[in-house]
Every structure is written in structure tokens, then in C-alpha cells.
């Protein structure tokens, strides 16, 4: 896909894409197709001698490569890595590094476009043990349990306003809860683990639909808070 502007601001799909930034061509710069394609004939025995060079060197590596983690499109990081080992000066380790800074940065412009998203960041932030729970009702109206009894300040109050004008902001708690599946890939790229059924069912308490939100990176950086939950010796992800 190309074009100008933003293509792409589904979460899901950024979840699952390469967004690249192009300059513009100079004036002085610019060729023809007639001139491009001339171009490309004559260089295609080159390019297609160093392809079949470099996938050959890949195929030997591929099945060699043990990723210690991974991101979202594991075969294509492995087969990123494997690429850069197969070519002179570069390294499978540079493009890792490269890899993880693109996801971060479309991790970025995810949260971004998704209110919800940024709804459950809000909450988590500031909810004790940073683990938040409730019903859509309440994620919508930013509301906090009795036990975090966290109080809003004014700079809470910017940042509630700025979600609210974002025109992503779901009407409904039934949108709330649609945007909430397609945000759940961003969220969990952030460390937070949106739990809202369990074995395909949705999860009740007190008769609502209970939502439970939590960072699992702030968790296991501190003292687990058993009286919150059990189930925090590892991370689903």
C-alpha cells in the first residue's frame, strides 16, 4: 500500500505491517518508466546473480536460527536475521536491533490512533499494583475501584479531555468493547494483558462483564500483590 497520509490505523493490522516513510524525489532526480525499466533490464542479470547468491547462503542459515524472543511476524525476524547474516558487512544482531525499533515506533503510532488503547494505559498507570478492574461502563467513565481510591488531579484531567476528543473515542460501552479486542496486540506489546473471558466465554462478577486489565512489566518488577491476583507467576506472552 502506498499514498499520502496515514493508510493503516487499525491496531491488528499495524500490528502486522512495515510503515515506511519515503522522501520526495528531487525534481533533478526523477526518470520516466521507459527510463526506470531500461535501468532495471539492464542490471537484472546482476540483481538476480546476488538474489539467488543471497537465498542460497539463507537457506543454509534459516534452519540454523533460535531467536531467544520474538515479536509478532516470527518467521519474517528470523528470515530478516538470516537475510543480513547471508550478506557481506551486515550482521542478523543490527537487524534485531533495527526490527524491535520500527515495532516500538508503530507500537507508538498504534496507541495513538486508539483511544481505548490509551483509556487502558490511563487506568493501568494509575490503578494499584497497576492492575485496574471493571466493566466497559467503567473504563468509559475512567472510573477507579474503591481500593485504588486514587484521586484525579488536573493534569489527570488534560489527558482524560485529550482521550475524549480523540475521534477514535468509542460512543458506547458495547464499542468500547469491540475496540478493545483490536487494541489488545498493542496493549500487549506495552506489557499490558487485557483479561475478559476465559475458555472463549466471557467473564462475570456481580452479574457485569468484568474486565481486567494489568502490567504484567510493572508486576514482575515488584512485589507481587496476592491480594489482587494468583495468577501472576508468569507472562501469557
Known amino acids: 500500500l502506498n499514498g499520502i497520509g496515514k493508510l493503516v490505523e487499525r491496531e491488528d493490522i499495524l500490528d502486522r505491517s512495515l510503515i515506511i516513510s519515503m522522501t520526495r524525489i528531487p525534481e533533478d532526480k526523477r526518470k520516466t518508466e521507459a527510463e526506470i525499466f531500461a535501468r532495471f533490464e539492464e542490471i537484472k542479470p546482476h540483481l538476480l546473480h546476488e538474489i539467488f547468491t543471497a537465498l542460497s547462503e539463507v537457506l543454509t542459515i534459516y534452519p540454523t536460527i533460535n531467536l531467544k ?35 516500538k515506533r508503530q507500537v507508538e503510532n498504534a496507541l495513538e490512533e486508539s483511544a481505548t488503547a490509551q483509556i487502558a494505559k490511563f487506568l493501568v498507570d494509575r490503578s494499584k499494583f497497576h492492575i485496574w478492574e471493571g466493566t466497559a461502563s467503567d473504563m468509559l467513565g475512567f472510573r477507579f ?93
Request: net charge neutral; hydrophobic share 35%.
Open 69 to 103: 524472543s520474538s515479536h509478532r511476524m516470527a518467521d519474517f525476524e528470523a528470515l530478516g536475521y538470516a537475510i543480513c547474516e547471508s550478506l557481506p558487512g551486515y550482521f542478523g544482531k543490527e537487524w534485531l536491533k533495527v526490527y524491535d525499533r520500527v515495532v
Open 145 to 237: 475501584s474503591e481500593d485504588d481510591n486514587y484521586i484525579l488531579d488536573q493534569t489527570d484531567r488534560n489527558i482524560i479531555k485529550s482521550i475524549r476528543e480523540n475521534p477514535t473515542f468509542p460512543k458506547s460501552a458495547a464499542a468500547l468493547g469491540v475496540q478493545l479486542n483490536r487494541a489488545e496486540s498493542t496493549l500487549r506489546s506495552l506489557g499490558i494483558i487485557v483479561e475478559h473471558s476465559k475458555n472463549g466465554r466471557a467473564i462475570y462478577k456481580n452479574g457485569m462483564r468484568w474486565i481486567t486489565l494489568k502490567d504484567y512489566g510493572w508486576i514482575k518488577g515488584n512485589e507481587n500483590p496476592k491480594n489482587k491476583t494468583d495468577e501472576l507467576d508468569e507472562i501469557p506472552f
